[in-house]
């Protein structure tokens, strides 16, 4: 237990942990010391001289080691000059003036001088209403500046650092906030400072600019209007816009999210989505999110929604439409197939999981990663914050790129490595993360089962293993299919079960998915299945939220074999195209719902903007068609639908959507007052989430299958293997119809060892072209000397449709070519 | 007298090492490594009262003895980045005595454990650096640096650095940034070096001048050191006199020296023998005192600077006479302050540049009176604010011009 100091602020005692700067001390008091460049999440700087306070300490008679007493009291020594809150830690009797004339003067000194550079543009900026630099103004500054108004120097207002974040030159204050980010909290390195003095200016250090995919975050923490989003500049003011709580739905992190809206001339007076800011949840994101989240929401104000429903691809009344789908249904009872995907809520698939079961039907998760039975067995435990995780624990990141699939659980096992945690990331090649990691494991691909089996066993790593404190594995789908990923995630539980790392909060399983609640669908009973072809033939397919034919020409042909297919999605796709009926869904900004993230934390999110034309949400569509064939579903209400769940479910048993809205106090504090402190970040008032307990933890028996040896496909001798993985900004449906992100998402290219592109003929940014299972394709060429000479590296949704490794024949391309 | 210091002015070729060696050269070093423990070189250090000579003017033993014993490896670094405006000395030194310079900083190293020494220069004494090199690789031919020295069980080597060219990488912990490939700006302080130094690590930083003194007193005793100058200031001190002076140069003299005896005796007086009006004992970053008979007759140590309200600093005497006004001299050092501001801390980075407008009109003679006031006022805005010295430097000339000499910004602003 750390120890417990006393010291005094403005007269008021405070008790706080050795070690905690004065800066923080103040703010548990509620007393603020106002402040630029100190971020309660970074180490402090020092340098924007806001915070200066006077600082006194008691005199300690050196002879007998005890404080100098004075009139009954002890006696305080003032440090002659104002000392800085947020550089000084608290010490046991340690006296704090904040409000004196002295410190009144220092403040006010210091905002005359951030003035005479600053262009006050206010009318003009984006921060302007959500400004630390004008709030703290308002309240400490001079109401006038001596400086004259012509000597201000110009700087440039419009310089992209990379062409998601803005800089304004003359509004930067130096505080080196978004520097300090990307160095101690991301790791990388890509923002600097050129030049010095009053010429002093943030740079981009890397090529392309601002090279990083937490970017976003800077425009959140900077105090002043200097770094604005390419999505939002001179987008609206922020005290137009409405905030609406939600949950991130584009990877299984489950980041708490807002949304901003308002009323929006150009779209035709209609409320739309301005932007999209974290929302504080310590235990999931603390205060960050990544620019996927935050950038690629455009997909719901496509032009390809679907707002009508068709029939045989003419538009139809939903009564049509819903009396074709369920005469079919009623007709075929048990030759009906669900195949839905983790995109949809848990409310979703637990009314399509029933329609299925009441109908005899089949239903089958639309996913390349298996491993979902395994996470609600020895998954983590109730609980569990990657934020304790340091000293004495481990987290092993096996067959997973987090940077790229999960981006927030990146930055949050880095950062528990940068506490002392041992991190062990294995791979068949290297990933961002490895840099962080005490132990680098470079596999042979086909060797993801041996590599974890040998963390059992005698060697250091293996002990260090066994024996830390606490212990969480991430297992993903680098490099692996549906098969690979099952046997790889069969053999990290065998692991965490073996070494009792099971059952408690800070220990266990977590699947890095390919979808944000594909952790839900399974809890809901669905399951991926090996052989999908087979499963379409002959059958009525309802595909909800998963496009299998835009994914791979192979799924277009199987079903052509299906007798009716009925498709429901928000966009138009080649599935749709393929459809005897579409029925069109409302996004999930437009609608209420619960997703289950990896850590296995059911989370709430809720409507933002209005429907788009006729949708419906999703488990309203399968509740409908449910009621029609004489099944109790819930057709209104995601909230009724999520207690009929809770009902029915095991591991939800006990929750409602009270306990998923509840909230308690966290630390840094954030929100609308307090922006100079913790940034734009949202408050949480709209709750935490509750974790699911495992069956470890309930005591139950954990059955887990037999780990078989072999987990994928290897490379032969005399051929390459085409092996699948995950980029971030690729060209799916939610992704690609952000233009901010085309240059990121860029060309399909795929990876060779330098060996391999010289036996090719192939050098980077040459072409190739590919062929495999009967497809071909062209691609960009990449090099990367951390793979096997015998595999291709394919980015998964780049229109490449390789789903598991596969054997594939690669020819260089002398001539460009584009396809 | 025979100098302490500038040596090579007494002996010639000072600067090889064999006639550096037969005039006694690295014989305190070779007798500390086989026949002294660590922190005997260091209490002798602290018996001769010698004190930093980069301006603070710190207890050099004292400081040496606050390194972390818990906490290894140990560094040593020499701030040979001597940038003050009216500083040449160690330039000098290094230039015309470098092994007595190496030798101290050798000797500073055994005393505190260290295994590596920097020797930080700034970027335009590249000339220096290759000199330095080469005396390096000469002493580690001779076996006077490497493993094993002496057959003892202690190793050394030193290394130099070069600067970008940056004032503000004479701060130490600025150094110690760019040293580590970083930007050159300063840390928060505490930690101090002595605790959290180089790469994280407890390090010693000291002036050049101040290493060149050890040997000699490692040699000779503390004693002999501190018959030497004045009880509080004790041995001698290379003064670096500039402006308007006939013979303007480095004088090695006794602490305690009066400015009259430095200016008068030394200098050879004043240039057309004007009348000395104001003088800078420690460079830009002085303030200016009024000179008058009292003035000309203080000894020049640190505690009798101070009755004149100025510190003695690195002892860069810069000698204003009644031809120069004082608000060209605050022009020209904010002018200075203002380019080497590193921008890290507001008051600093704004300031300056608030300042250099003012000084820009009112020395240009289109200020009025409130622009002095208001000068004065943003210096003092300033002080007690900044992250590190410099910014605190930068005002007080300006503070101490307008105060002491108000006649002369009345001037400048009616013309």
Known sequence: MTKQLTLTIDGVQVTVPEGTLVVDAAKMAGIDIPVFCYHPKMEPAGNCRMCLVEVGRPVIDRATGQAVMENGQPKIQFMPKLETACTNTVSEGMVVLTQTEKVTEGRKGTLEFLLTSHPLDCPICDKGGECPLQNLTVEHGPGKSRFLYDEKQHLAKHVPLGELIWLDRERCIQCARCIRFQDEIVGEAVLGFEARGRMTQIISLSEPGFDSVFSGNTSDICPVGALTTADFRFGARPWELKASASICSQCPVGCNTTFNTRREAKAGGEIVIKRVMPRQNEEVNEIWMCDKGRFAYHYAESAQRLVKPTVRQAKASWTDAFDLVTQTFEASKSDVVVLASGRLSNEDLFNLKSLADGLGGKSILYTDMGGGNLTAQVGVGQGTDLGKLGKGDTILVVASDLYEEAPVWYLRVKQAADRGATLI???????????????AIRYANGDEVKTVAD????????QEFANAQ????????????????????????????????VGKANNGLIGVWQRANDQGAWEMGFRPEADLASAFKNKIVY????DPAGDDPALALALKGARFIVVQDILETLTTHMADVVLPAQAYTEREGTYTSGERRVQRFYAAVPVHGEAKADFAIAGEIGRRLGLNTENGSAMVTFDRLAASVKDFAGLDTNKLAEVKPQWPIVGRGDLYYGGTTYENKQGLGVQLSTAAERGEAVSLPEVRAESALRPREDQLLAVPVTKLYDRGQTVASTELLTQRIGEPTVSLHPETAKRLGVAAGGRVSLAFNGLSAEALVKIDDTISAGVVLVPRSMGLAVREPVSVQVLGLAEAKVS | MAHVLLRHRDIPNLNQLDVYQKNGGFEAFQKAVTAMKPNEVTDVVKASGLRGRGGAGFPTGMKWSFIDNKNWPHYVVANADESEPGTFK?????ESNPFQFLEGLALASYAVGANAAYIYLRGEFWQVAALLDEKIADMEKAGLLGEKLFGSDYSLKIYTHLGAGAYICGEETALLESIEGKRGQPRIRPPFPPAYGLYGKPTIVNNVETFTNVPLILAYGAEWYKSMGTPDSAGVKIFSLSGRVKKPGNYELPFGTTFRELVYNYGGGILDDRPVKAIMPAGASSSLIVVDDKALDTPMDYASVRTLGADLGSASVIVIDDTVSIDWVINKTIHFFKHESCGKCTPCREGNHWMLHLTERIHSGEGSQNDVSLLLNVAKQMQGKCLCALGEFATMAVVTGIERFPQDFQKAVKA
């Open chain 2, 90 to 94: 160690d330039r000098e030194i290094m």
């Open chain 1, 455 to 462: 963390l059992q066993g005698d060697s250091k790593i293996a």
């Open chain 1, 543 to 546: 595909i909800v939220g998963a």
């Open chain 1, 425 to 439: 990331v294995a791979n068949s090649r290297h990933t961002k993360l490895e840099r962080f990691a005490r132990y």
């Open chain 1, 470 to 501: 606490n212990a969480v594995v991430f297992f993903g789908s680098d490099g692996l299919g549906l098969n690979g990923s099952a046997n790889l995630a069969a053999a990290c539980a065998k692991l965490l079960q073996d070494t009792k790392h």
